[in-house]
DNA sequence: CGCGGGTTTGATCCCAGTCAAGTCCCGTGG
DNA sequence: CCACGGGACTTGACTGGGATCAAACCCGCG
C-alpha cells in the first residue's frame, strides 16, 4: 500500500539495501524463511499462493508504494511467493531493525500498522469478489480497483490508460476463474475497458462500477503522518 | 487473532469498557465510523460484507482472542459488519489511546502489528480458497481451520467437538456457496466431520486435510512477546 | 520461414445455483 | 395434550455459468 514522499524520504534511512528483479523473477518464494521485508519503488509484480494440485491463486498484484513481506517476517514464515512481472525495483529493510524502529519513532511504527490494515481491507473487499461475484461483475470489479490504484500513485498517462503488463492468465488466477473464460468475459467489456499492449485503459468508471456492483468505497485515505 | 494471557492482562490496563452481545446483535455496521477496536473475550461472531445486490459475504468467524475493528479504526470507516452468533463479552479500546500505546509500549505496538499480519496471513488462505478449491475441498478445508482455531483457545472438550454456533446458510456465505449446495456437500463429509447441535465435531483431521488440498501451514506460532 | 507464447473462438460437459417440496424440531397457544 | 407455525435442515429435478478440450490466429524473434 502506498507510502508519501515524506514517508519513503525517512524509510530511505532505514534500509539495508535495494533489490532490482527483471519479470519472471522472484523476490521470494513460499515458505521461504523472510528477515526482510520490502517497499517498492517500481514495476509490478504478483504475490502468489500456489496448491498442491498446481493451481495458482494470485493473491494481489503489487504495485508501486506497496509494502511485501511484513507478514512474512512477522511471522517467520511467507505465506505466499511474489514475482516480478514488470522490471522491478525494491528497497529491503531488515526484520532485526523493527524493533528498533517501534521503539524509536512510534510514529512510524503506527503507519506501518496502518499499511496492514489497509491491507487488511483490500483483502477483504477481495473475498467478497471471489464468493459473491460472477465473472463480468469479477472482471469490471478488478480493473477498475487496478486503475484505481496505478492512477494514484501516477501511473496514469494522459489518455487515462495505466501500465498492466500481467497476462491473462494472470487475471484469471487472480479472479479465480480460467483463462478462456477470462477472455470472454474481457471481449463482453471491451467497450468500457481494454486490455491492449500492457495497457489498461478505462473508458467507462462509472459503467465499470455499476457492472461490478461494488459498494465502492473509493480510494482509501492517506494516514495524517 | 489468539493473545496469550499475559498480554490479555496488559490490555485489560487499557480498555476502556467492556461490551455484551446477545445473538443477532451487532457490535457495528457497515461503513460506520469507529472510535473504538475490541478484543473478544468469550462468543462467536461473524465478520461480513453485504453487496447492493443483498449478496452476503461473511469474510471471518470472530472466535475468543480475536482482534477486531482494528482496521476500520485506523482507516476511519468499517468495511465489514459485526455480529455476534453465540453470546458474547468484549473489551473496547479507544482509538485515541492508540498513539499512546505505540509511544509508550512499542512491544505492545509490535505485537498488535503481528496480529494484523497474521490476519492477512489467514485472508490470504480464504482467497486461495474462494478462488480455486471446489465445494468439497472448501468445506473441508473451513472445517478442518475452525476446529484447529477453537481448539488452539481451549474450546475443545474431550470428544474433540468445538463450539459452532452458526447455521449452515452462514458457512454458504462464508464459502461462496449456494445454502442448498453446502447442506449436500456436508452430507458428503459426515463420515470425517459433521455439524451437529450448535458444535462441530472432527472425526478424521487427516482425511480432512487430504480433501482441502491445503498445503497445511497448521497452528500459527505465537510472538515472542 | 518456422517456432512458441499469448490471445481468440467454438463445442461440449459438469459442478453448483435455483426452484420446489418435504421433514424435523421447537416453542406457543388453544 | 395436541394443533399450529416458523426456522433450520434435507432431498430431488432442472438449469446455466463457467470449466475443459481443441483448434486457430497473431504476433515478435531467431
Redesign the pocket.
Known sequence: MPFTAEELRFMMRFREGEVTLDPGDYLFHEDEALTSFYTVRSGQGARYKTLENGDRQLVNFVFPGDLVGLAGTVTGATTAAVQAVAPMRLCRFRKNRLPELFAGHPDRAYALTWIAAVEEHFLGETIATLGQR???QRLAWALLKVHQRLAAVGLADGAGTVPFPY???DLADAL????????????QLRSWAR?ENGRLAVFDHQKLAELSLSNDDGPIRRPLL
Chains 1, 2 share one sequence.
Open positions: 460472477n465473472a463480468i497476462r491473462q492468465g479465480g476463474l480460467s483463462l478462456v473464460h477470462t477472455n470472454k468475459t474481457l471481449a486490455l
